[in-house]
Nanobody, 127 residues
Framework: QVQLVESGGGSVQAGGSLRLSCTASGFTYITYCMGWFRQAPGKEREGVAA???????TYTDSVKGRFTISSDNAKNILYLQMNSLKPDDTAMYYC?????????????????????WGQGTQVTVSS
């Protein structure tokens, strides 16, 4: 069964950095597309960054140049390096995965495109 376990969240001051990790199991990692999503209180879940099974990445505009998504296919771990954090980045961050088949590049930041989710890790950025 598919399992996604996030870690690495915490509290930082604005301008600081965090690296989130998502350890995946229960599926053929290299055939899946994966993404990071976040949800702040009272807001809808939004896509932050996604990566395809052969490496193409996509980011939401608000994190471009600050966040980097990467994947260690040997260890089945997805990362999100977050630099220059802002208070607006405060949210619960979730890892998601699904087969890349039928998942177009343009839809990879859409939460409904993914069937498998982790439990989330909280990121809090103070000003």
């Amino acid at each position: 069964q598919v399992q996604l376990v996030e870690s690495g969240g915490g509290s930082v001051q604005a301008g600081g950095s965090l690296r989130l990790s998502c350890t995946a199991s229960g599926f053929t990692y290299i055939t899946y597309c994966m993404g990071w999503f976040r949800q702040a209180p009272g807001k809808e879940r939004e896509g932050v960054a996604a990566i395809g099974n052969i490496g193409p990445t996509t980011y939401t505009d608000s994190v471009k140049g600050r966040f980097t998504i990467s994947s260690d296919n040997a260890k089945n771990i997805l990362y999100l390096q977050m630099n220059s954090l802002k208070p607006d980045d405060t949210a619960m961050y979730y890892c998601a995965a699904d087969s890349c088949l039928g998942l177009p590049y343009t839809g990879r930041l859409t939460p409904s495109a993914y069937n498998y989710w982790g439990q989330g890790t909280q990121v809090t950025v103070s000003s």
